[in-house]
């Protein structure tokens, strides 16, 4: 038990010590933490997808950025009507919104609210049960205004005037504080528990030390290298802290079994400076192949996406640095002779007795699992609810599907015109309009509809209203004393007009895009050409389908890089089609099983496939590089890749062991992609440690079989 006393550090170690400190001290002063989060966290202001949303904000004054808050009660009741009158003014001093619409600040009370056209569909839930308080917001959005909201709620809510809020801008906000309640408690988690690993493993205190502070300096410097880029925390770059410090204990992992290896062999005047000969190559291929990852991620339009590729290669160049220029200062104070086998090295040992036998059959297994796997990526479903970012049954997820089913909670906007160019503002367009509303509001997937026809039935039910012509009505809803309201449903043309759309998120069938062609069918078949869509709803669409095409054939264009990348490392066509065939069977087991039990692929839980590859192929570069050493002790090919997975078995069973417990903390997060982000990279690194423990050796030893 030497080596567990307190270690004697060298100056050089003292001084990477008080470097961790300072930069600590500086990330903490200098770089904002708190994970940045907004309306437009799916797409950036200069994305293509983008475009539609700029050329509406154009044409109309914008009025869909809104909060709904439900109050269920006696609506009916005098007493319900003076609390909403005075939660209705309460909200209004808030800052940040810029009006707020309820039945006792709209219409004249409940009973003409349910007569009118648009109160009805604006206010009354389709139970009647309750009515909605809708909040229309001040752009930008100022932070205090969702904790002043919810304080207004508490305060106001009561048994018999029960409230709950939801919206677009609200939900923004809870997944904002789940991410940053995550980042708190994981951090110091993993830290503890990587830490306890590590010395389990090694039983060396300065091993320890040299780990923690060279993967505690790899996710500082990359946090701060991000800031200084322009990259803020945000919905993607949330676990990137957790991501660094496994990517540099992956090289950490490696070099240490490699020094262990060299002190076996005895004979090495420096088994450090050997151990380092051994890993930097496969090492700086690993890296390269992680960073190619990464970069693969950057051609994607949905800015998310874009800001984890951008962090993921700084992440992967400050790793392999800090693992290379810190850690092996703290590993040459350590004594070759606590190298030795320890009781975890003949457990390890034993699990490898037990597989080894078994070999042939874990091959079948795979081989098994990669066929069972192949239906279920047509299955995946890269599509899901936003409701699916809460836990099925909870609060938050019970309160927003009762507003979501009782008139929608995700905007959706078509900005239409007539086929014939005619202008909106004639009783003939109004007709046309009142029949392309009746016709949407057939379709399940649309909560609630408000338009031009609506608002114009609402202004003409006064009786002094009904003699004016449509024409002079809609130039008086255009005036500054009428809110300018007009402008926000017809161009200044009239020739173009918006509808606004709540659109359902529970218990859809079709993706949002399907759904969204089959709504401007329905505009066509009514005499209109939809030229534009936009609002979150399209949004969504259009960045569930770049996850696909990102997650599923993006793959693809990566796993042919690593395959140049593998025949350059193994100077091989065999043994690249080995290492290519073995990375193929991971994403497609990880998001084929996904698919079969139907669990959500969002675009948090998406990059997991990705991460599970490079685990993979990292074995995999380290495996390869120490089989051509081999080689050249003229071996035979199957003593050469015997030698080197009885060698490999302990770094690689080690550093799978790292992943599962490192990324296994996510599953115990609160917020469900984090969850099923967790739970993909903990499958995935058990199939990729099976993967290039068995799958590569045994195709990579075919060709010379056959030969």
């Known amino acids: 038990m030497k080596s567990l006393k307190t270690p004697q550090l060298s100056k050089k170690a003292w001084a990477f010590i008080f470097l961790t400190i300072i930069s600590a001290l500086v990330l903490f002063k200098y770089v904002n933490l708190v994970p940045r989060v907004d309306n437009n966290f799916f797409f950036s202001n200069t994305d293509p997808q983008f475009q539609d949303e700029n050329l509406i904000s154009h044409l109309f004054k914008r009025k869909d950025s809104i909060l709904i808050i439900n109050a269920a009660g006696s609506i009916e009741s005098k007493e319900y009507m003076q609390k909403d009158h005075d939660l209705s003014d309460s909200l209004l001093k808030l800052e940040g ?55 207004l709620i508490r305060e106001y809510s009561q048994d018999d005037f029960h409230l709950i809020m ?21 951090t110091f988690l993993i830290l503890i528990i990587f830490g306890v690993v590590i010395m389990f493993i090694f039983r060396s205190t300065k091993i320890l030390l040299g780990a923690v502070i060279s993967c505690i300096n790899a996710s500082i410097w990359t946090l701060m290298i991000i800031n200084m880029l322009g990259i803020k925390i945000g919905l993607m770059t949330a676990n990137l802290a957790t991501i660094v410090f496994v990517l540099t204990m992956s090289h950490i992992i490696f070099l240490t079994y490699n020094w262990k290896y060299v002190c076996s062999q005895q004979g090495h005047p420096s088994p450090v400076d050997e151990a380092l000969h051994l890993t930097f190559s496969p090492s700086f291929w690993s890296m390269l192949t992680t960073l190619l990852g990464f970069l693969s991620l950057l051609i994607v339009p949905a800015q998310p996406l874009k800001e984890l590729g951008a962090s993921g290669m700084v992440g992967a160049v400050v790793a392999i640095s800090v693992a290379y220029i810190i850690y092996p200062a703290f590993l040459r104070l350590v004594d070759p002779s606590s190298s030795k086998n320890n009781s975890l090295d003949r457990y390890q040992i034993m699990v490898q007795d037990f597989l080894e036998k078994r070999k042939k059959l874990a091959v079948i297994g795979i081989f098994s699992l990669f066929i069972l796997a192949l239906p279920g990526l047509w299955m995946a479903n890269t599509d899901p609810s936003l409701l699916s970012y809460f836990n099925k049954n909870s609060k938050i997820e019970r309160d927003l599907t009762y507003i979501d089913q009782h008139g929608g909670s995700s905007p959706l906007i078509l900005l239409i015109k007539t086929a014939t160019g005619e202008k909106l503002d004639t009783d003939k367009s109004y007709q ?91 505009v066509r078949a009514y005499g209109f050409i939809p030229e534009l869509v936009g609002g979150v709803y399209s949004l969504q669409g259009h960045l569930s389908q770049l996850v696909a095409s990102s997650v599923i054939f993006g793959l693809g264009q990566l796993i042919i890089i690593f395959a140049i990348i593998a025949w350059v490392v193994s100077q091989s066509i065999r043994i690249a089609l080995a290492i290519t065939l073995s990375i193929c069977v991971i994403p497609v087991i990880v998001i084929g099983m996904v698919g079969w039990f139907h669990v959500p692929l969002d675009i948090i839980s998406a990059p997991a496939s990705n991460i599970a590859i490079g685990l993979g ?72 440690c099976m993967t290039a423990l068995f799958v590569m050796p045994t195709t990579a030893q075919l060709g010379v079989k056959k030969a």
């Open 166 to 186: 939801s919206g677009p801008p609200y939900i923004v906000e809870l997944v904002s504080r789940y991410l940053l309640k995550d980042i708190r408690a994981f």
């Open 617 to 688: 192929i990292d074995s995999m570069i380290h495996m390869v590089r120490a089989y051509r050493r081999q080689k050249r002790q003229d071996q035979k090919d199957a003593e050469a890749w015997g030698h080197v997975r009885h060698r490999f078995w302990q770094p690689v069973l080690t550093f799978t062991l790292v992943m599962v417990l490192g990324f296994g903390i996510f599953m115990f997060s609160e917020f469900p992609s984090t969850q099923r982000f967790g739970a993909a990279v903990v499958f995935g690194a058990l199939i990729a």
């Open 432 to 522: 046309k309009l009142w029949r392309l509303q009746r016709g949407l509001e057939q379709n399940k997937e649309i909560g609630t509809i408000i338009s031009l026809p609506v608002l114009m039935a609402e202004a003409k039910r006064p009786m002094l209203a009904s003699l004016l012509s449509w024409e002079g009505l809609l130039n008086i809803l255009q005036l500054p004393q009428f809110d300018s309201i007009a402008k926000s449903f017809i161009t200044e043309d009239h020739r173009e007009g918006l509808f606004l759309l709540r659109m359902n998120e529970s218990n859809r069938q079709m993706s949002r895009l399907k759904v969204i062609e089959e709504i401007k069918k329905t």
């Open 97 to 151: 919104i810029a009006a707020v619409k309820s039945i006792a600040n709209g219409p004249n009370g409940l009973e003409d609210a349910i007569k009118g056209p648009l109160w009805e569909r604006l206010l009354i839930s389709k139970d009647q049960k309750s009515t909605n308080i809708i909040l229309f917001l001040k752009d930008p959005i100022p932070q205090s205004l969702i904790p002043n909201v919810e304080k």
